[in-house]
């Protein structure tokens, strides 16, 4: 199966004039059916729902422009470092998106948008992680020497 990029801009054009209400349904499902998860994002989930909204609406938009949305994809694979975001947790959030997608298309959800959807995020959170992989890499590590510490006096 391959990603049909239109279904892709329409679906998330659809969704892009509901806003936030989006991401609410969307980190809802998503701690109610992995709960584990919740600990890794803030108490106030007011700022964290605007940026999953606006990066849900940039894939969808870019999705057929690899030199926009590549980038972007890396970028925010190695920032989630930071939250110990881990590759199993790509697939959660997978879920979680598909299901608010489907919940908010109704009978515009089909089994091609869907696949094609599955297909969209596989792919995207590949090109996460393997940014994160590789801005983690052990080659990258530099060890600390004698001339990284302060004479003695």
């Not at 199993?88 to 515009?108: C, D, M, Q, R």
């Not at 992989?133 to 600390?144: H, T």
């Amino acid at each position: 199966m391959s990603i049909n990029i239109q279904l892709i801009q329409s679906s998330g054009a659809a969704v892009k004039d509901l806003g936030v209400p989006v991401a609410e349904h969307f980190y809802n499902y998503m701690f109610t059916h992995f709960p584990e998860v919740r600990k890794m994002f803030p108490g106030d989930m007011t700022e964290q729902r605007i940026r999953l909204f606006n990066s849900v609406i940039l894939i969808a938009t870019t999705i057929d422009n690899l030199e926009v949305l590549v980038p972007y994809l890396k970028e925010l694979g190695i920032s989630h470092i930071k939250y110990d975001t881990r590759p199993e947790h790509y697939p959660i959030v997978g879920k979680s998106l598909l299901n608010t997608l489907k919940h908010f298309l109704g009978a515009a959800w089909t089994q091609e948008m869907a696949e094609s959807w599955i297909e969209a995020y596989n792919l995207a959170s590949t090109v996460c992680i393997e940014a994160a992989y590789e801005a983690m890499a052990p080659s990258r590590f530099v060890p600390v020497t004698i001339d990284d510490v302060p004479p003695a006096v």
